[in-house]
């Protein structure tokens, strides 16, 4: 499958990954609306580490042998029989916050505006290619066949 | 007589990923479910969630409703499996049909304890474990306008159930035996946080006690419990949530190897040829205790089931072993714990030089954050109020990772895979993700 590979020495910690992962989640997809008008707000589905000098964008690995899919009590984390992607499914998922019990990566958040759900990468849905790979100015996040 | 190439017994977590696993292999080889409920495969921690109202039965569904189709399995609901013949690879039904199988999966989970009690035939005394006893209770609830509850019993279940009578609006009443709630998780701080959670909502906790006697009034209803020392407590409904132990009935009169749980070799195999066992039924290596035990959670419950499966089909997959941990959310206070969180538990005070706690704790938000270290290695947290990112401790727990380098990094609010030993980080993503 398609997976998104990490490189932290393009990175520079300019967060537009951040930004295009939150509008691209929003009802709108129009930045200000997404930012300022609308609740719940859609939370991005990756965090930036950094740390002096060290920075890189990090989102769901959609691990081969993946935690989450065993914790999860509801069966709302599941893989895309297509894509290869591990996807929650909001409807289903009641926020028990297991999968974030489990994730080595610590990639899924709370999102607890509204229904509690698990908030995770998607791959923006897995047939093109996620918006914070586009918009990456450096190539410091790259999707490949892996 | 029927024939199977597989047959399950169980409808739950361990039998599902099972069954799953085993059409990975095999897309053809005949399989037959029994399960003694008569409903679809349900989540079984979500019967709390059901009956507080917030989620309805359709979404209760573990899998979609297509599942055995999809998976071409042939079911056979609301049967219990009462005897095995081992030897004869032969499994009879309470109905007298009769099974023969190649391979067996034997996932029937626990069973509630029930302590013997005066009383306790009473009409509102229920256990809480299945989606019938969670239909159970709400119908009795609403028929009988319930006010007041006791829940006996202070573990998972009996925070998972009151946290759903409260949202039923019903003042609930834990007595438990221990000197507080959740002890077999938690340490003492993180009890205290949850215990003044549950107070806030008007919910009292009965510590150091147990109930002697549920007391009867007009037709037959329950109307109060008798505590140890004699107090009474008014209520219109009882719980019993004692505990959950393997469900063995059906293995005792056979050559399969039992300690508390069925004893299961690293393939989840049993000490029977082509008979395999996962979840709560079994009892397979604690990580942490370093000796097998029966833990009842549900990843571990899927992921033996998913080996299990596995295994049957043909594969060589190992379960290495599981630890003990569990994600509550109560009284709005979301808490993760994982291992072993309190030195104390462990019999035998010699020992209680060798571990490093660092914690933090900030009584007036209900923030508080442990991680316990021996050797070097994490081998407990908790966390309660923030729970994010907990799983990165719980990857350094799973695959022993030498902490002492950072340690002061571990309790930091910017804790992240930055803050991990550089190789462990390399390790964890190694051509898939971050490169260092
Ligand atoms: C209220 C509640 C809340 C919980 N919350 C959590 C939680 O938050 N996190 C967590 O990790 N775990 C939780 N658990 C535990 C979790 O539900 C179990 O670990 C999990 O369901 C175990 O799955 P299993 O497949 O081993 O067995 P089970 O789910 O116990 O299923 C076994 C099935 O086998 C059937 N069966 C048994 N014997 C026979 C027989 N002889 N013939 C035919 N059928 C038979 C039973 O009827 C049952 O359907 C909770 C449990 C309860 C009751």
Excluded at chain 2, 185 to 213: Q, W, Y
């Amino acid at each position: 499958m398609k997976k998104i590979v990490i490189h932290e020495e393009y990175c520079m910690g300019c967060r537009l990954c951040e930004i295009h992962c939150l509008v691209e989640h929003s009802k709108s997809k129009e930045i200000i609306k997404a930012y300022k008008g609308e609740y719940p707000k859609a939370l991005p589905r990756l965090l930036v580490e950094e740390k002096g000098y060290i920075s890189f964008a990090l989102q769901c690995r959609h691990c081969e042998d993946a935690p989450c899919l065993d914790a999860c009590m509801t069966g709302a984390m599941h893989r895309d029989p297509k894509t290869g992607a591990v996807i929650c499914d909001e409807d289903k998922c009641v926020g028990c916050w297991m999968c974030i019990m489990v994730c080595p990566f610590g990639v899924i958040a709370r999102n607890t505006q509204g229904k509690k759900v698990a908030s995770k990468c998607d791959l923006c849905g897995g047939e093109k290619t996620p918006v914070c790979v586009k918009y990456c100015p450096n190539g410091a996040i790259v999707l490949e066949e892996i | 007589m029927e024939k199977t190439k597989y047959l399950i017994i169980g409808n739950s977590a361990a039998a599902i990923n099972a069954i799953e696993a085993i059409r990975e292999r095999d897309k053809n080889g005949s399989i037959f479910l029994v399960s003694e409920e008569t409903c679809h495969t349900y989540s079984r921690p979500l019967i709390s969630y059901y009956l507080g109202n917030k989620v309805d039965e359709a979404r209760m569904l573990y899998r979609p409703p297509s599942f055995y189709e999809d998976h071409d399995v042939r079911t056979c609901l609301g049967k219990r499996v009462v005897h095995l013949d081992v030897s004869a690879r032969e499994a009879f039904m309470d109905d007298q049909t009769r099974i023969l199988f190649d391979k067996l999966l034997i996932a029937t989970g626990g069973a509630p304890f029930v302590p013997e009690l005066p009383g306790a035939d009473s009409e509102g005394v229920f256990t809480f474990t299945t989606l019938d006893d969670a239909r159970h209770v709400k119908m009795f609830v609403s028929d009988h306008c319930v006010k007041k509850a006791v829940v006996i019993g202070g573990g998972l279940i009996g925070l998972k159930v009151t946290e759903a009578l409260i949202d039923l609006s019903i003042q609930v009443t834990i007595v438990e035996l221990s000197d507080r709630i959740l002890s077999a998780t938690f340490d003492r701080t993180a009890s205290g946080i949850i215990e003044r959670g549950l107070m806030k909502t008007g919910c009292s906790c009965i510590t150091c006690n147990t109930v002697e006697k549920i007391l009867k009034g007009k037709k037959n209803l329950v109307n109060g419990v008798v505590l140890k020392e004699g107090t009474k407590i008014d209520c219109g409904l009882v719980i019993m949530a004692i505990g959950v132990r393997p469900r063995l009935d059906l293995v005792r009169d056979t050559v399969i190897k039992i300690n508390r749980g069925i004893m299961v070799d690293e393939y989840l195999k049993t000490s029977a040829e082509d008979i395999y066992a996962a979840g709560d039924v079994v009892e397979t290596y604690d990580l942490i205790a370093g000796s097998p035990r029966p833990i009842a959670i549900l990843p571990n419950a899927a992921q033996q089931g998913r080996i299990a499966g596995t295994n049957m089909a043909g594969g060589d997959k190992k379960y290495t072993g599981g630890i003990a941990m569990n994600s509550i959310e109560i009284a709005g206070i979301p808490t993760i714990s994982v291992g072993l969180t309190d030195p104390a538990m462990i019999p035998g005070k010699e020992t209680q030089n060798d571990f490093e706690i660092l914690q933090e704790y900030n009584e007036r938000d209900s923030l508080y954050k442990k991680v316990v270290i021996q050797g070097g290695r994490i081998i407990g947290i908790i966390l309660a109020g923030k729970i994010d990112r907990a799983g990165i401790y719980t990857g350094l727990i799973k695959d022993r990772i030498d902490v002492s380098q950072v340690k002061d990094r571990l309790l930091k609010d910017d804790f992240g895979l930055l803050s991990l030993p550089k190789e462990y980080r390399k390790h964890l993503v190694t051509g898939h993700g971050i490169e260092v």
